[in-house]
């Protein structure tokens, strides 16, 4: 498979923790460089795991759209400039074997990295506010 993207992560989000998978590696790298970690869903958190991945020199994230779980997570790590993907999270019932929320955030940031995701549509921040003010 090709890859598309090189610096990625994948963030599978629940109602009180976020876990995050980072896969860092060239387009040549057949094993690219896996970091895992865990997050709050509290601004404090949620900012930290922003400023993680900046450090992580992470371009891309995809989440799935968990109920509205996925809402703050979005709309805190979208200003640190990633190219932010929202996936159905039916993707991850298609996981063959045991679920765990470290083996979501893998298989979600193995899918952006060689591009195999259709993404949600998001509206901007403003259509978004103007949602939530009605």
Not at 98 to 123: F, I, M, N
């Amino acid at each position: 498979m090709e890859v598309v993207a090189e610096s990625v992560a994948g963030i599978d989000v629940h109602q009180k923790e976020i876990t995050v998978t980072v896969l860092i590696g060239s387009a040549e790298s057949a094993k690219p460089k896996k970091v895992h970690a865990r997050f709050q869903t509290v601004t404090f958190d949620l900012k930290a795991c922003g400023a993680w991945l900046k450090q992580q020199d992470v371009k891309q994230v995809l989440m799935e759209s968990t109920g509205q779980y996925w809402r703050p997570v979005w709309q805190i790590l979208e200003p640190f400039g990633f190219n932010m993907i929202l996936c159905n999270p039916r993707i991850i019932k298609n996981i063959p074997g045991k679920k765990t929320d470290q083996k979501d955030s893998e298989w979600l940031s193995e899918l952006a990295r060689y591009g195999l995701v259709s993404a949600s549509y998001v509206p901007p921040r403003q259509i978004q506010e103007l949602r939530e003010s009605t």
